[in-house]
């Protein structure tokens, strides 16, 4: 069964360095998406893509992120300086329809910013 | 503000018995809606969807109700069991394809 993958699986890093996650998408699929879960609480929206752009970004995806599709098969997000804040886990997802299509979540990348 | 941990609900429910988890959203334009499960340090699974022009939905062993007119969401699970331990999170599509979700609810399965 087709599924979304992250690599890492836990990303350590010093406060200020850049962390890029990595995800690839279901092959067949040309949604794809960034949330993020503190621990402890809701799974939040960070970002959509759609044909090589941005479609929506929440608050959260501040100048500090970005996110890129560098070839055909990979989805990254980057933070330019970590904060202690970023701490989190960072879910990739895709979907092979626009509105209202099924995301399909990867099993995420913990991110502990020390 | 500083962040603090949710208190998610819990739902006990013995092996076998039916489980029933609500929610309700808040954004009364939302026509597209999903649940998730979420097993411990694993991403959220679907489950289940139903767009708002339907007012029940049925898959294997799950059932998801919708009622507009207050703004909530039911999962219903038949002859629940122990691998429908989990975390069960709503989540409603907005603008974008931004999926909003839930604070989530506890569900454990007592053998």
């Known amino acids: 069964e087709p599924e979304v993958t992250q690599t890492p699986s836990h990303q350590v890093t010093q406060m200020g360095q850049e962390v890029i996650l990595r995800c690839v998408p279901i092959?067949?699929?040309?949604?794809f998406y960034w949330y993020r879960q503190i621990l402890g609480q809701k799974v939040e929206f960070l970002v959509s893509f759609y044909n090589n752009e941005i479609s929506e970004k929440s608050e959260i995806f501040d100048d500090q992120f970005s996110v890129e599709r560098p070839d055909g098969s990979n989805f990254t997000l980057k933070i330019r300086s970590t904060k202690l804040e970023d701490s989190a886990m960072y879910f990739c997802a895709s979907s092979g329809d626009g509105r209202g299509g099924i995301q399909y979540f990867g099993a995420g990348t913990r991110l502990s910013v020390l | 503000g500083e962040s603090v941990g949710l208190h998610l609900p819990t739902l006990s429910v013995q092996e076998g018995d039916n489980s029933i988890i609500n929610c309700a959203y808040s954004?009364?334009?939302?026509?597209?809606f999903i649940w998730y499960k979420q097993e411990s340090g694993k991403g959220p699974q679907f489950i289940i969807d139903i767009r708002s022009n339907m007012d029940k939905r049925q898959g294997q062993r799950v059932t998801v109700l919708l009622n507009k007119t207050v703004k909530h969401l039911s999962l219903q699970i038949a002859a629940t069991q122990p691998g429908d331990s989990a975390v069960y999170f709503c989540?409603?599509?907005?603008?974008?394809?931004?999926?909003?979700f839930g604070a989530g609810t506890i569900l454990r399965v007592k053998s």
């Open positions: 954004n009364s334009a939302s026509d597209y």
């Open positions: 092959s067949n699929h040309l949604y």
């Open positions: 989540a409603e599509m907005e603008y974008g394809n931004k999926l909003v």
